[in-house]
């Protein structure tokens, strides 16, 4: 092809591109959709909601939160997926979503890797290990040695099946060389009363819900599953640092675009959020969610990504677990 004609189709290429680009640089002109696909009200559309608050200040324009519940996840995120590129529909993730779903899914509505373009991973929340006080264990090695004294007869509440929760039993199970028996039932707060009333040996859920009856000695803290230790339960410590090193089992936030968003758009909302977290207020927010701020780039959250995937999908396919 000779030079006139490369140059001539550079000009078209540039006139073809400079509509978006301009609106890629204009960005945002009208309201923003940011979707969460679980209920209002619970842990992924709080955080939401306040960072969407914030964004609109910083944006200058309403961003709007919009719950689509449903099959873990997964019709929020496909309503995500199928949405135009251009920036005003965004999709605040939880790790399922992302990582787990395609395990214990059969269908899924969308291809989790090519749907979406990373914006940025939020924060981070631990879980935290909670046995009855007349269990005989004070401690992580105590529980692991009755677990493995006691096999069959050890049972450990869950959330649901194939929740954050159970699948960190799991994964602790697989380290440690224990076998639980899982029960799983409708929401923390049920596992929490027959945790109280002795019909179960031990527990686990998002630290938020179990504040209050760890402090008041209702249950005992055994273990919290970030690498740092819970801002809520400060004395309580780590599984990775009580013999199981860089152990990590966290409920984690992202937010992620329409696969094809421009790549200034998803700049653009990447530096606004990491803005958010270096400020007073938005560490105070999650600091009362008991959420670890992280920030970072897309690329990061890309990779924290493949990391999960790679570290839970052998973990579900060996326990068989299926949604």
Do not use: C
Request: hydrophobic share 45%; net charge positive.
């Amino acid at each position: 092809m000779s030079k006139r004609k490369l140059l001539a189709l550079a000009a078209l290429a540039s006139v073809l591109l400079a509509p978006s680009f301009a609106e890629a640089q204009a960005w945002p002109t009208r309201p923003i959709t940011l979707i969460v696909p679980f209920p209002a009200g619970g842990a992924n559309d709080i955080p939401a909601r306040q960072l969407a608050n914030e964004l609109a200040l910083r944006l200058g324009q309403q961003v709007v939160v919009d719950n689509r519940s449903g099959a873990n996840g997964n019709i929020g995120a496909a309503v995500v997926a199928k949405a135009e590129p251009d920036g005003y529909t965004f999709l605040f993730s939880a790790p399922g979503v992302l990582t787990t779903n395609r395990f214990m899914y059969k269908n899924m509505p969308f291809d989790p890797d090519r749907a979406f373009v990373p914006v940025i991973l939020l924060a981070k929340s631990p879980l935290i290990i909670v046995a009855n006080p007349r269990l005989p264990v004070r401690n992580l090695k105590e529980l692991i040695e009755h677990a493995k004294a006691n096999p069959g007869k050890f049972n450990a509440g869950i959330p649901s099946a194939g929740s954050q929760a159970h699948l960190t039993l799991e994964l602790l199970a697989k380290q440690s060389g224990i076998t639980m028996t899982y029960v799983p039932y409708r929401g923390g707060v049920n596992v929490n009363a027959d945790l109280l009333g002795g019909q179960i040996d031990v527990g686990i859920n998002f630290t938020p819900g179990l504040v209050e009856l760890v402090n008041n000695g209702s249950l005992r803290g055994i273990a919290v599953t970030t690498t740092d230790r819970s801002k809520q339960f400060p004395n309580v410590p780590t599984v990775s640092e009580l013999g199981f090193p860089g152990f990590e089992s966290v409920a984690w936030y992202s937010i992620l675009a329409p696969a094809g968003t421009p790549r200034e758009i998803v700049g653009k909302l990447n530096a606004a959020v990491n803005a958010y977290l270096t400020t007073d207020l938005g560490r105070h927010q999650l600091d009362i969610l008991d959420m670890q701020p992280t920030g970072g780039t897309p690329d990061a959250l890309r990779d924290y990504i493949a990391s999960e995937v790679a570290k839970w999908g052998p973990i579900i396919k060996a326990a068989g677990i299926t949604m």
